[in-house]
């Protein structure tokens, strides 16, 4: 069984700066694709990055391109978002989520099936 557990979200002024954690557990992930999807009050739960455990190939939707950064470190099992030049539409609840998913789906959150509680992120204008 995977856990994962998501840390670092908070309240930014509009142009700051937050990073998100995400501590994953119960198994190795060689094969995994980590991800970062949020969900705004009304809307759907949309895609924010991605990244392959074993080959480090990382993936952004346009709307955070640029500004928004995903890495992890292989001995902390732990994958991070790096979030830079918040702006107010980035409020959400950020959350995690990992699995062992076919190349093209890592932007849909319904191929994923491990999840972590969620972090809310509020940037203020």
């Known amino acids: 069984q995977v856990q994962l557990v998501e840390s670092g979200g908070g309240l930014v002024q509009a142009g700051g700066s937050l990073r998100l954690s995400c501590a994953a557990s119960?198994?190795?992930?060689?094969?995994?694709?980590m991800g970062w999807f949020r969900q705004a009050p009304g809307k759907e739960r949309e895609f924010v990055a991605a990244?392959?455990?074993?080959?480090?190939?990382?993936y952004y939707a346009d709307s955070v391109k640029g500004r928004f950064t995903i890495s992890r470190d292989n001995a902390k099992n732990t994958v991070y978002l790096q979030m830079n030049s918040l702006k107010p539409e980035d409020t959400a609840v950020y959350y995690c989520?990992?699995?062992?998913?076919?190349?093209?789906?890592?932007?849909?959150?319904?191929?994923?099936?491990?999840w972590g509680q969620g972090t809310q992120v509020t940037v203020s204008s």
């Open positions: 989520a990992g699995d062992d998913v076919a190349l093209n789906y890592y932007s849909d959150y319904r191929a994923y099936d491990y």
């Open positions: 119960g198994r190795t992930f060689g094969t995994y694709v």
């Open positions: 990244i392959r455990w074993s080959t480090y190939n990382t």
